[in-house]
């Protein structure tokens, strides 16, 4: 186990396009005033952070690994998580999962993209996304693996059934205890039902609807009883808005968290990697947006992850997160 502890770093104001309106004052109470520098993991290269907050009361980030020296995500093979209790010490608690411990996985390994993970019932349930097959692109199946615990010994138990071959899966689990998954890509998100065993669909999944300009990296919150979809969009600089980069980060608002969404805009503009993927999670009374950016290699498959304050307008609206450099 490795300990990382950074420097203290107070977060950044707002920048001057987002709102005026001035903090609440459930945000002047927030417990996190100062945070480790961006990146916050700086001895191995992550991406794709799915941030939970579990009973202990720690924050845990689960974070895909791209491997060096690289060649596009192919190589990616491994999970990692972290953990902090001040968002300033963060704790590597190693590797928890690769692809060669995955039974139906494709026999040459690599592709261990955007995971995540959900809790119900004494039992952390890992989802991850793998082909099955040589022929990557059409095999996409999404894994389970199962814990007692957070940070080790999960075992891999196969994979959801009745699912489209799309990556990066999302699981919220609702407060009445309801699971809902999702999955997308290539312009595609859907969502369903899970069963009480965290492993089944629970009827079929189905497009989410009203989403503006979808790529991948489905994410689902919810904020004084509204459900928030996240995602990455497809902007490049060849969109020639006068917006450099590629992924921003949007998101829309519905009053089920299966849609119908409404599309509200833009929550983060690009990062310096090709590629985007969020979270956003509440801890310790203060909102955080995690994601990943290229500023430790300057390369864009060698990628590290990020987190800012994320702050919420008193239409429900999010102000547009400020990237601490």
């Not at 924050?59 to 300033?88: E, K, N, Q």
């Not at 980060?249 to 089920?256: L, P, V, W």
């Not at 500023?295 to 590290?304: C, I, K």
């Amino acid at each position: 186990m490795r300990i990382f502890i950074f420097a203290l770093l107070v977060a950044g104001t707002m920048s001057s396009c987002q709102s005026s309106n001035t903090h609440s004052e459930k945000e002047k109470a927030a417990g996190i005033d100062s945070m480790a520098p961006n990146p916050f993991i700086t001895d191995l290269y992550t991406a794709d952070p799915s941030a939970h907050v579990w009973a202990d009361g720690r924050l845990y980030v689960y974070a895909s690994h791209d491997i060096a020296p690289p060649r596009g995500c192919d190589l990616m093979d491994r999970y990692h998580v972290f953990s902090t209790d001040d968002m300033v010490h963060w704790t590597d608690h190693g590797e928890i999962l690769n692809s060669s411990q995955v039974p139906w996985g494709r026999k040459e390994g690599g592709f261990m993209w955007a995971p995540d993970c959900a809790y119900k019932d004494g039992t952390y349930y890992f989802y991850f996304p793998h082909p099955s097959e040589t022929e990557w692109n059409d095999s996409w199946k999404i894994g389970v693996a199962t814990s007692k615990e957070p940070t080790a010994n999960f075992t891999v138990q196969g994979y959801i059934e009745g699912m489209d071959p799309l990556i990066d899966p999302c699981v919220y689990v609702d407060d009445d205890g309801q699971a809902y998954i999702y999955n997308g890509g290539g312009g595609t998100c859907k969502g369903g039902k899970l069963k009480d065993n965290m492993v089944e669909l629970d009827g079929p999944m189905r497009t989410m609807e009203g989403l503006t300009d979808f790529h991948e990296a489905a994410w689902v919150h919810k904020y004084e009883g509204k459900y928030y979809l996240s995602y990455s969009d497809n902007h490049d600089d060849n969109w020639n808005d006068g917006v450099r980069g590629d992924n921003r980060m949007r998101y829309a608002i519905g009053d089920s968290p299966l849609g119908p969404w409404k599309s509200m805009g833009i929550y983060m503009e690009p990062t310096d990697s090709y590629t985007n993927h969020g979270s956003i999670v509440e801890y310790k009374g203060q909102w955080f947006a995690f994601y990943h950016n290229s500023a430790l290699s300057h390369h864009d498959w060698l990628r590290s992850i990020c987190v800012d304050k994320l702050y919420y307008n008193d239409d429900g609206s999010i102000r547009m997160v400020e990237q601490r450099k």
